[in-house]
DNA sequence: AGTTATAAATGGAATTATTCTAATTATTAA
DNA sequence: TTAATAATTAGAATAATTCCATTTATAACT
């Protein structure tokens, strides 16, 4: 059985790829939603034992090949605290990262309009920035989940 | 010929290593004079080579722990973009970074307190941020050096 | 100064996340 | 269908960092 997204998701997913001349293999549907179903902010290697419940063929090449190709794509970003393996995010509205040094766990922080300009504005002239990246580590509640 | 720190420097550093029953060696005194001698953010291997000129049998590891120790001591701090080598930063001012897509060149960037009290504010209740962490990534102007 | 105890430095091996490569398989369009 | 192309696969390669066992340096104490 393979991991299916449910229509609105398969939409969103099947579009952006094609809008790049990508194909939407059975493989990149699986890997985003599971990104998707769990929005723990797995690593590939979570990601890799997750895919192989569904598609137990799968290469962890692929799931790198799967996840590079959903970040280009902008479906999904990539979350890098310290030199920690990479985690992976559905989530696209501006928000940081907070990271509990006793659980490891990662959390999602929005981010309100005013506060993320004022960022922006630390940025001297004659620089443009294209990404902001905003993290807290310490530690927190895991009351949620 | 090794690398000697400035008076004030000096004190500093093995004030800040004898607080924590550690040795003031002249491999620690040449890794944090370098990094403070040129504040290019450099990476262990940069670091590396430019150790090996003062001090010819530095070993690999050696410019590890002495790095691992200068940040333990709080003397140096380290900056992580993306998966990219581990740089080392002896500005101890809250800043963020900016790194230029371009050139790899990363810039130092200053946070206004007013700034800086608005991003603590961002972390909910329950949570204790021991860490704040804002990097940008774009393109810059390299003018200064 | 010389002895001893301990900490640090060293070279090389090990680890680990990620990327690369060459071969096979799947998808798409004609 | 067939052919062209893109994606997947297994395993090798890479690269930053850490670990380990041994040697050397430091500092405290005679
Ligand atoms: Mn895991
Ligand atoms: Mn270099
Ligand atoms: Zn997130
Ligand atoms: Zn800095």
Redesign the interface.
């Known amino acids: 059985m393979t991991f299916s997204l449910t229509s609105p998701f398969r939409k969103t997913f099947s579009n952006s790829l094609r809008e790049k001349g990508l194909r939407p293999t059975k493989q990149r549907e699986c890997v985003y939603g599971i990104i998707l179903d769990k929005r723990d902010h797995p690593t590939a290697d979570d990601i890799y034992y997750r895919v192989k419940k569904y598609l137990p063929g799968t290469s962890f090449a692929t799931v790198y090949n799967c996840l590079e190709t959903l970040v280009g794509c902008g479906l999904v970003r ?1 979350v ?4 920690s393996p ?1 985690r992976y995010c559905p989530n696209l509205t501006p928000h ?1 990262h ?1 990271k ?2 006793k659980t490891g766990r990662i ?1 999602d ?4 309009e ?2 993320l300009s ?2 922006n ?4 002239q ?16 895991a ?1 949620e989940n």
Chains 1, 2 share one sequence.
């Open positions: 990539q890098n605290m310290d030199r990479t940081a907070f509990c040094n959390y922080i929005q981010i309100d005013d506060t004022r960022m504005a630390l940025v001297p004659g620089f443009e920035a294209e990404n902001i990246d905003l993290s807290f580590s310490g530690t927190g509640n009351l």
